[in-house]
């Protein structure tokens, strides 16, 4: 059987509590940083609920990869033209539209964007008339030149 605390000497016994107390302190700093993990959680997932929420609000909800969109609109037809270039003047879809809008809210632009929609008289994207959407995404594609100079 192994001896107790008791039964060690003062300087040994001071020794053990020391260890003790640096346990003790570590515990306590694991528990802090996981607190602190938890409220970063909890604030990055509200703050994905309130982006998708924003996009809801707008209509927009499908989700955008650019270089998808980027091989179809550069895609051989067979006739010598990209894909965009096939008719003259292709009419927009809603979802295309809202595809675009969803690139530009993801790279920071949903306050802007709402606004343009908003500025159809309009509090979704669904109820933009389909002849306002080329007028829209000449808009909404300004938004990123803006910055940029």
């Not at 700093?29 to 609000?57: C, H, P």
């Not at 675009?100 to 994207?125: D, H, M, P, R």
Request: hydrophobic share 35%.
């Amino acid at each position: 059987m192994s001896p107790g605390i008791r039964d060690k000497t003062d300087a040994e016994r001071t020794r053990i509590m020391d260890k003790m107390e640096g346990l003790r302190a570590g515990v306590a700093e694991m528990r802090s940083v996981a607190r602190r993990l938890l409220i970063w959680a909890d604030d990055l997932e509200t703050s994905f609920q309130n982006r998708e929420t924003e996009q809801a609000e707008m209509g927009i909800t499908e989700p955008v990869h650019a270089e998808k969109r980027k091989k179809a609109e550069t895609e051989d037809t067979g006739n010598g033209k990209p894909a965009g270039e096939t008719k003259k003047n292709p009419a927009l879809t809603l979802s295309e539209v809202r595809a675009i809008l969803a690139e530009k809210c993801a790279k920071g632009f949903s306050t802007q964007v709402k606004a343009l929609i908003e500025s159809y008289g309009v509090t979704s994207l669904k109820n933009v008339p389909a002849e306002k959407y080329e007028e829209l995404l000449e808009t909404v594609q300004g938004l990123g030149d803006a910055d940029a100079g």
